[in-house]
């Protein structure tokens, strides 16, 4: 059952997985913004897509095979920037932190409505198909 | 489910601490003129210290967003005022008053209202998102 299924699930879910950990990093960065000593934390996804691109290429033994790339990249961390805004060694920017939360979590919606569009695909050959 | 119910969760340890620094701030301007506490000094300014909260849950460290982790008496001087006729005057007709700046206060007021605005812009973020995901399929 799960042949018939494209990888576009497993990279959408994964893409999905990562907004949803930078949503967390974004609300205890928010928390945070007013504790000492606090460095603001972050996702670095897509640097390790793009390495990992480079580095997994199916081997082809056909001329006819296609190269593709990985399904599921699991490259997922949480950083902690080193850098300082305000004296006590916060690096908590509130106004881009509130901004790039926004980013995210429209992301994450658009994500999401690509999941239903493939779903509906799959719905339109079944009820199409009598 | 689980991870986004803790999203929120975070954000509100970040509301709950923003307002209690408010409540701080409060006491601090409503004695901004005590000259008589518990121990018999003037009232002294009161901060909170934040704290960041990461918990260990089975193995996996969590983070889990702020703690008040305490109330810190701000160390520095009185306010020295010539005022004999105060009843609290010492033989030289000086007083002690609380080392609290109203205008500082108030500068504080306002961030403390910025963060707590932001954790609750937050915490509706994050239940659009939980709510797009339920879109799913529909």
Not at chain 1, 34 to 55: D, H, I, N, W
């Given at each position: ?85 305000t004296n006590d060694k916060n ?40 | ?109 306002i961030n403390a209202q910025r ?24």
């Amino acid at each position: 059952m799960a042949g018939i299924f494209n990888s576009n699930f497993d990279t959408l879910k994964t893409a999905m997985d990562v907004q949803l950990k930078r949503q967390e990093l974004h609300a205890q960065n928010i928390a945070n913004a007013e504790t000492p000593g606090y460095k603001r934390k972050y996702v670095a996804f897509e640097e390790y897509l793009q390495e990992s691109k480079m580095k997994l290429k199916l081997s082809t033994t056909n001329q006819k095979h296609l190269p593709t790339f990985p399904k599921v990249v699991n490259a997922k961390e949480v950083v902690m920037k080193d850098t300082s805004i305000t004296n006590d060694k916060n690096n908590v920017d509130i106004d881009m932190e509130v901004t790039e939360m926004t980013k995210d979590a429209l992301r994450y919606q658009v994500l999401s409505r690509l999941i239903s569009m493939n779903i509906d695909r799959y719905n339109t050959v079944l009820r199409n198909t009598r | 489910m689980q991870s986004e119910f803790n999203i929120m969760n975070i954000s509100s340890t970040g509301l709950s601490a923003q307002r209690f620094r408010i409540e701080l701030i409060s006491t601090n301007i409503a004695n901004s003129e005590t000259t008589r506490t518990a121990n018999g000094e003037p009232y002294r300014r009161k901060v909170p210290v934040f704290q960041e909260l990461v918990r260990d849950i089975q193995g996996r460290k969590e983070n889990s967003g702020v703690i008040v982790k305490e109330i810190y008496e701000d160390p520095s001087q009185f306010r020295i005022v010539y005022d004999p006729t105060h009843p609290d005057a010492d033989e030289n007709g000086y007083v002690r008053l609380p080392n609290v700046n109203i205008i500082r206060e108030m500068v504080d007021m306002i961030n403390a209202q910025r963060a707590y605005e932001a954790n609750a812009t937050a915490i509706n973020t994050t239940k659009a998102m939980i709510t797009s995901a339920l879109q799913i399929g529909r």
